[in-house]
């Protein structure tokens, strides 16, 4: 040490100008070694040093700026509460609102995760709903935030992630649970529309039904929408008892002023990523719920003459459509089908247009329904609302086969997906002639539209066919236990 000392002080000063400071250095260094005076003032200066970092600590606040403090104690910044308050503030205008609708993904809006809310990324265990939770731990404890009410242009909404302590300045604070709902097509179609609530409900099965929303808000292509189709509606506020309030941001969060909701669940994703398992979960509880909220009973629906249940009634029901996608001679064709329904015995005959039905009446017709008969429409969503493996016959107009399609498909998933059984398609060889050719894309414009006409012999055989099947079924499950189709208060409640 003394060697290094005395090297040191012989080494001769380079010619910049910290020289000076070089030397007191070491000239410091060396009497700090040497004299035992300059020791105990060194000393004592560490003693006030340490004493002015226990001050500051016990000065801490046992709050989550604690990392700040550690930071900051090294600095010895005798304004500690000031800086504190500085960078609490920082944070708070670091909060930075995004679109919540990203144009860089117009061309894939729907792949990955979405154009909606595309900074973040969902929580996905195999086969369960994808969601995101607010606050959590995938968001680091922060809550979302979202700005704007525009109902015109979603990239004129925005949304934030921001911890409770650092909310932006003037933010609405939301209480309770908020289910924000993204959906690429809407809230009036039945079909789309329930596509965006089973998330939802699959959410709300996976919290054991103990979770009940507060507020609903909907967003479609980051717009907001005030309203869901009243089918919709009520089935929802069957499947949380009367919990569907519909945010509208009229005193807060419009325009530039930030909303934060206290816990939020955002869904993007429909039942995508869903097992069938998961998905039929989710239809077994909208179907008990909305027959609880009808008051449909199924002893009282199935009773036969006094002589309690009877599982060997079929229910066949025909939901016809007007307009689109309606029968051309809707006489003929419930002709075919009601006399095929008469030659079985056991079996009831119903038709009805869904479009004036309510809708209870469409629970109770569904839950008295063992084949439903009917065309390609959003009236088959009605589905799921019959008892589980229940039969389903659609009907199509000419084209659609070639045209229309993957969505044609949605009837055959939504049979799978519910629990139902789906007996197929016939398709009308004949109707509206194009004049761009068959195959041509643009006859989709005129076949969308076209109506169904029928073939006696295919239709009465088919019905026979599915007939027989289902009474099969109905007998082999009616010796088996009898009763085993008696709801008794639905999952998890
Ligand atoms: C200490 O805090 C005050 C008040 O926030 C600030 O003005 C000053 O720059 C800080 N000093 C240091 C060394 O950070
Ligand atoms: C917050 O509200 C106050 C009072 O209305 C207003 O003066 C201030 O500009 C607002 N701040 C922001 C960031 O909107
Ligand atoms: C929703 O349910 C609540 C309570 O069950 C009821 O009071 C309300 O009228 C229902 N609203 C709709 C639209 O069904
Ligand atoms: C959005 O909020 C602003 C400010 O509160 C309000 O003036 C406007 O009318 C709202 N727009 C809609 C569509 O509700
Ligand atoms: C409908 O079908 C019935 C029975 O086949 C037939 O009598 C009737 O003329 C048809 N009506 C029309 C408008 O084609
Ligand atoms: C139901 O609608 C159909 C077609 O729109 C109509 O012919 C029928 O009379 C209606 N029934 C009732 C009970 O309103
Ligand atoms: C539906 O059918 C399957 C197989 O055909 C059977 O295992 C199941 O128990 C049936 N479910 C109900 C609710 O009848
Ligand atoms: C009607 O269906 C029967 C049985 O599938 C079939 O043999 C017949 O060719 C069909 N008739 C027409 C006009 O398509």
């Known amino acids: 040490m003394t060697r290094l000392v005395s090297e040191t002080n012989r080494v001769p000063p380079i010619s910049y100008s910290p020289k000076h400071h070089h030397n007191n250095h070491n000239h410091h260094r060396t009497t700090s070694l040497y004299s035992p005076k300059l020791s105990i003032c060194l000393l004592s200066t560490c003693v006030t040093l340490f004493i002015l970092f226990q001050i500051q600590s016990l000065q801490t606040?046992?709050?989550?700026?604690?990392?700040?403090?550690?930071?900051?104690?090294?600095?010895?910044?005798?304004?500690?509460?000031?800086?504190?308050?500085?960078?609490?503030?920082?944070?708070?205008?670091?909060?930075?609102?995004?679109?919540?609708?990203?144009?860089?993904?117009?061309?894939?809006?729907?792949?990955?995760?979405?154009?909606?809310?595309?900074?973040?990324?969902?929580?996905?265990?195999?086969?369960?709903?994808?969601?995101?939770?607010?606050?959590?731990?995938?968001?680091?404890?922060?809550?979302?935030?979202?700005?704007?009410?525009?109902?015109?242009?979603?990239?004129?909404?925005?949304?934030?992630?921001?911890?409770?302590?650092t909310l932006p300045e003037n933010a609405t604070h939301m209480d309770g649970l908020t289910f924000v709902s993204y959906n690429h097509y809407n809230y009036d179609n039945i079909w789309h529309g329930l596509s965006a609530m089973v998330p939802f409900v699959a959410w709300h099965i996976k919290n054991e039904c103990s979770k009940l929303p507060t507020r609903w808000v909907l967003y479609h292509w980051g717009e907001l929408r005030t309203k869901m189709g009243p089918w919709l509606k009520i089935l929802m506020n069957a499947t949380f008892n009367g919990y569907v309030d519909i945010e509208r941001f009229d005193d807060s969060g419009g325009g530039d002023r930030a909303v934060c909701f206290e816990e939020a669940v955002v869904m993007r994703h429909n039942e995508g990523g869903m097992s069938r398992e998961r998905r039929m979960e989710v239809y077994d509880l909208m179907r008990c719920k909305a027959r609880l909220y009808c008051n449909v009973r199924m002893e009282e629906s199935r009773e036969d003459g006094g002589r309690g249940l009877n599982l060997a009634v079929i229910g066949m029901t025909m939901l016809m459509r007007t307009g689109a996608r309606s029968f051309k001679n809707e006489s003929a064709v419930i002709g075919i089908f009601e006399r095929e329904c008469h030659n079985v015995e056991g079996c009831r005959f119903f038709v009805a247009h869904s479009n004036n039905l309510t809708f209870c009446q469409q629970v109770k017709l569904m839950s008295l329904t063992d084949i439903l008969v009917s065309p390609h429409g959003a009236q088959l969503t009605n589905m799921f609302l019959m008892d589980r493996n229940s039969s389903v016959m659609e009907f199509f107009p000419k084209g659609w086969l070639k045209l229309a399609g993957v969505g044609q498909y949605v009837y055959h998933w939504i049979a799978s997906w519910s629990g139902m059984k789906h007996q197929g398609a016939w398709r009308d060889p004949s109707g509206d002639h194009c004049p761009y050719g068959e195959d041509d894309r643009r006859c989709m414009s005129i076949y969308k539209s076209g109506k169904i006409g029928y073939n006696e012999t295919f239709f009465a055989e088919w019905a026979r066919n599915v007939l027989h099947e289902v009474k099969m079924r109905k007998m082999e499950k009616a010796s088996e236990k009898g009763i085993a189709a008696t709801a008794s208060g639905c999952a998890c409640s």
Not at 72 to 83: A, D, E, G, R, V
Not at 94 to 101: G, I, M, N, S
Not at 120 to 147: I, M, N, W
């Open 61 to 165: 606040p046992p709050s989550s700026w604690s990392f700040i403090h550690h930071f900051q104690n090294p600095i010895l910044n005798t304004t500690q509460t000031s800086t504190t308050t500085t960078i609490a503030a920082k944070f708070q205008q670091a909060v930075t609102f995004l679109p919540l609708k990203d144009l860089r993904y117009t061309q894939t809006a729907q792949q990955g995760h979405t154009w909606f809310m595309s900074s973040t990324y969902d929580t996905h265990e195999q086969g369960e709903v994808q969601f995101q939770h607010f606050p959590s731990k995938a968001s680091k404890g922060r809550l979302l935030c979202v700005k704007g009410n525009d109902t015109h242009d979603g990239a004129w909404n925005s949304y934030a992630l921001a911890w409770p302590e």
